[in-house]
Nanobody
């Protein structure tokens, strides 16, 4: 089992930045791909960014050029640095750990999820 705890959410004005962090505990010996998903009210959960066990990255189009995902394997943490935030970025952001080392895009490939952290961007 792997436990994930997110932190760093909050309320910010459009154009500002926010950094989310996710700390993993439990069976963390392997280096699975990690990802950040988000879910806005009335919308499906969507993949924002992912990072493989070897630190290759993937970004959704909405995140390219504004968000950066990174991992610190020594500390079992994954971060999402978000800049130039927009009101449409408002959502609950979830950290997730994948079954695989390589990046997968489907939520079903991620058996472990954090509780989520709210990000609200005001205009």
């Amino acid at each position: 089992q792997v436990q994930l705890v997110e932190s760093g959410g909050g309320l910010v004005q459009a154009g500002n930045s926010l950094r989310l962090s996710c700390t993993a505990s439990g069976r963390t010996q392997s280096r699975p791909a990690m990802a950040w998903f988000r879910q806005a009210p009335g919308k499906e959960r969507e993949l924002v960014a992912a990072i493989s066990g070897s630190s290759s990255t993937y970004y959704a189009d909405s995140a390219k050029g504004r968000f950066t995902i990174s991992r610190d394997n020594a500390r079992n943490t994954v971060a999402l640095q978000m800049t130039s935030l927009k009101p449409e970025d408002t959502a609950i952001y979830y950290c997730a750990a994948c079954w695989y080392v390589d990046i997968r895009l489907q939520p079903s490939a991620y058996p472990y999820w954090g509780q989520g952290t709210q990000v609200t961007v005001s205009s």
